[in-house]
């Protein structure tokens, strides 16, 4: 197995050069909650859950009437 070997160039002065020579400064932000009920991507979701059943309902009733083949509609 190969033995790993790991060297720097770096001195401990170019480290502590390296090193910010002043704290920064931490700003306070205010947490804004949110309005309660639904948003309009839940409406986005339920409208689109509602056009997909209504268009799976519709290609049933076409199979039944056309072709005798529907699940619901026969």
């Given amino acids: 197995m190969a033995k790993k ?3 720097t160039s770096t ?4 480290r502590s ?3 910010p020579a002043a704290r920064t400064t931490v700003t306070e932000v205010e947490v804004v909650e949110e309005k309660a009920g ?3 991507e839940a409406g986005v979701a ?3 859950a509602l ?5 799976i309902l519709m290609v049933d009733y076409e199979l039944g009437t056309s072709y005798g083949g529907g699940v ?3």
Avoid at 11 to 14: E, H, K, P
Wanted: proline content about 0%.
């Fill in 5 to 7: 070997t790991t060297t």
């Fill in 11 to 14: 001195t401990r002065a170019a």
């Fill in 17 to 19: 050069a390296a090193k």
């Fill in 38 to 40: 639904a948003t309009w």
């Fill in 46 to 48: 339920i409208l689109t």
């Fill in 51 to 55: 056009l997909l059943v209504v268009a």
């Fill in 72 to 74: 619901f509609f026969k």
